[in-house]
């Protein structure tokens, strides 16, 4: 199975695109939240109704994965925390959102959405402890910000990662976990595309401009990753030393 990571396109209507034109190579696509702009002067509704169009699009072409991020809420819940409820609207049986779990061959991939408070974080504390009981051969995590102490959270001074995500990562072990949120860690000398903790493998792909976004390629059959961006490269087989 060969799936295709992206994250943060902010409402890039070029990058989307792109998506669309290479989704159908993939046996999965999965976006990691940032899906719009908030500094976008496109009204939010608009952005919202056309990147449903898009989503709807992709989930022809492949299954698909949509998490949200900071950028995507378009709501409060009662504790006054924003949620994407968008997101969550668009599932059905090609696409999954916010909230959920799946078996994709013997794969367990398990959507987070983004948190703002105790209330949004609680829930999805419920949902790994959840899907831990049914994790298969292999589990994965969508969730939108990288962990704390990772080199995926490096942010040029510092990494500013989910110290959360990290516990979590710590109890559950998941096999690996796609983030996106910190937008130029690959690029920095102390950042990467790639990191581990313990024996979870972490990535971000970081965000470009222009007309296609950065990329990981997952091939699970022959356990390797591939990071792609305009101007850099790189391979790792993922069954052998870590980096």
């Known amino acids: ?134 994790r298969r051969e292999k589990w994965i995590w969508i969730y939108h910000a990288p962990p704390e102490g990772s080199r995926t959270s490096w942010a040029g001074k510092r990494p500013i990662g989910d110290d959360f995500l990290r516990k979590w990562i710590e109890r559950h072990r998941p096999d690996m976990v796609f983030s996106g949120h910190i937008h130029n860690s690959p690029f920095y000398e102390e950042g990467s595309w790639i990191d581990r903790i313990g024996e979870t493998w972490v990535f971000n792909p970081g965000r470009q401009l222009g007309p296609e976004p950065t990329m990981i390629i997952l091939d699970l059959e022959r356990f390797t990753a591939e990071w792609r961006s305009v101007e850099e490269h790189s391979f790792r087989e993922l069954g052998v030393a870590e980096c």
């Open 1 to 134: 199975m060969r799936l295709l990571f992206v994250a943060d396109l902010h409402y890039s209507l070029k990058q989307f695109d792109w998506l669309l034109s290479e989704a159908g190579k993939y046996d999965l696509v999965a976006i990691g939240g940032d899906l719009l702009d908030l500094s976008s002067p496109l009204d939010f509704d608009v952005q919202i109704a056309i990147v449903e169009k898009y989503l709807a699009l992709l989930s022809e072409k492949t299954r698909l994965v949509v998490s949200s991020g900071n950028h995507d809420g378009d709501s409060r819940n009662e504790a006054d925390e924003s949620v994407a409820t968008w997101i969550r609207g668009t599932r059905h049986e090609r696409l999954h959102a916010d909230g959920d779990g799946f078996d994709f061959g013997n794969v367990r991939l398990t959507v987070c959405p983004w948190w703002d408070g105790e209330v949004s974080r609680r829930q999805v504390d419920l949902l790994l402890e959840q899907e831990a009981r049914i």
